[in-house]
């Protein structure tokens, strides 16, 4: 870790990391009703949507999945866990 990076920006702010979670979870999903051909294609547009957002924080994390955020519409529910592992 670089010794003149502040705590503030090597923290893993969870309020910051389930906002973007939030966000990429609408943004594939949104109001669409559940269709159990379309899962794969949705699951892995909000992994890539939130890591490519995550990235962009410039923390010194591996993300992996210590943040869980519930999603829910009228047909659907998704939890989606964050852990970061400083590098």
């Known amino acids: 870790m670089d010794e003149y990076q502040t705590e503030e920006e090597t ?3 969870v ?3 389930t906002k973007i979670i939030e966000e990429s979870v609408e943004a594939a999903i949104g109001g669409s009703a559940y269709q159990h051909s379309r899962v794969n294609q ?3 547009s909000v992994v890539e949507q ?3 957002q995550l990235s962009k924080l410039g923390k010194p994390f591996k993300y992996i999945g210590s943040c869980t955020v ?3 519409n009228e047909s659907m529910y998704c939890i989606i866990s964050v852990f970061g ?3």
Do not use: C, G, Y
Request: charged fraction near 20%.
């Open 85 to 87: 592992l400083a590098i």
């Open 70 to 72: 519930r999603w829910e």
């Open 42 to 44: 949705w699951s892995t």
């Open 11 to 13: 923290a893993f702010v």
């Open 15 to 17: 309020e910051e990391v």
């Open 50 to 52: 939130s890591l490519s």
